[in-house]
């Protein structure tokens, strides 16, 4: 007789700025329902929440962001003016490190890859070790908002660039199934406009700048009326163009590279800054994943798990061994 288990499961996560979110609804779904997540795979967004869940503090970090306000926002943005972005990122960083510590990635007890992009060598980067909150940070790096960051000599930034949902990084993990979370799933019907963000105190000329800012990446328009092109700034243009090369770049990487299962979340589920509607995209990844898995498998079951199992899984090509980090 077959011992019972747990299906075991490579966790991919996208990137996709707030929506990110609902990543951690996902995780509470999976645990909840008797799947033993051993990897993690994310990049951006992706990357923050599942190096937090493999460093063992979802709860907390959970209970941090569903407190976080559109103020608090503001004070989370330090502004570089430097150049090569408009957000230094060291606020925010250091603000997970208070919550969560310092971690290595060896020291994790999962397996867990940050994914970014060497921007000089115009490759994909795989970091498996180091400092969690430098790998972190080098894949948040989205372009033209965050500096770029260097790592090990290297500069990088958002893995969504060239990876949006990394699968291949699992292709050696040996689990039951591969889960992916894409964050550029087809846009819902019906949206809520945000409440206005609150006024920048008057004395604060940086605040000002960064509520602007803000302002810009914020999905406020009506879902049944054209957006016009002419009200359209600098800020729009950038992110409805890097949703379009990402959400283009998911669907073919998981049409190469098909997962078990792919969790979608729609791309118009919130802003990219939207961090104040945790609630609401934790309930959705929660509720999505549920719609996706619930009717699939039963994690206890040792047909679904051998059926599961038998899903042939793409290997490697040989040239993504080259994107490890060295």
């Known amino acids: 007789m077959a011992e019972n288990r747990k299906k075991t499961v490579s966790l991919v996560l996208g990137s996709g ?7 951690i609804g996902v995780i509470h779904w999976l645990e909840e329902n008797g799947y ?19 460093a063992g503090k979802l709860d907390e970090y959970e209970t941090w962001v569903r407190g976080v306000t559109r103020r608090d926002i503001l004070t989370l ?18 603000t997970m490190v208070d919550l969560v510590g310092e971690i290595a990635i060896e020291d994790l007890p999962i ?45 990088l930034i958002d893995g969504g660039v060239l990876n949006p949902v990394p699968i291949a990084p699992t292709f050696g993990d040996g689990t039951d199934m591969t889960i992916a979370v894409n964050l550029d799933g087809p846009s819902k019907k019906e949206t809520t406009p945000p409440e206005p963000l609150p006024e920048a105190e008057p004395a604060s000329p940086f605040a000002e700048t960064i509520s602007r800012l803000i302002k810009k990446f914020r999905k406020s328009e009506e879902p049944d009326e054209p957006d016009d092109e002419e009200e359209w700034g600098m800020f729009d243009v950038a992110s409805m163009a890097f949703d379009a090369m990402q959400g283009t770049i998911a669907r073919l990487k998981l049409a190469a590279y098909p997962p078990t299962c792919v969790v979608e979340i729609p791309k118009n589920a919130c802003g990219l800054l939207e961090f104040d509607r945790a609630a609401e995209m934790i309930d959705l990844g929660y509720r999505s994943t549920q719609d996706r898995l619930s009717c699939l498998f039963d994690p206890d079951d040792t047909e679904d798990r051998q059926a599961a199992g038998s899903i042939e899984k793409v290997q490697s090509p040989a040239d993504q061994k080259e994107n490890h980090d060295e």
Request: with cysteine.
């Open 17 to 23: 700025g707030a929506r990110g979110l609902a990543h």
């Open 111 to 155: 397996a867990y890859t940050a994914v970014a992009v060497d921007l000089k060598n115009e490759k994909e980067v795989w970091i498996q070790s180091g400092p969690l909150f430098d790998a972190i940070r080098a894949s948040i790096s989205l372009p033209l908002f965050f500096t770029p960051f260097r790592f090990k000599g290297v500069p």
């Open 77 to 94: 943005i330090d502004l570089s003016w430097g150049g090569g972005g408009l957000v230094k990122g060291d606020r925010i960083i250091h």
């Open 36 to 54: 033993d997540i051993r990897s993690i795979t994310g990049c951006s967004m992706g990357a923050l929440v599942g190096g937090i869940f493999a």
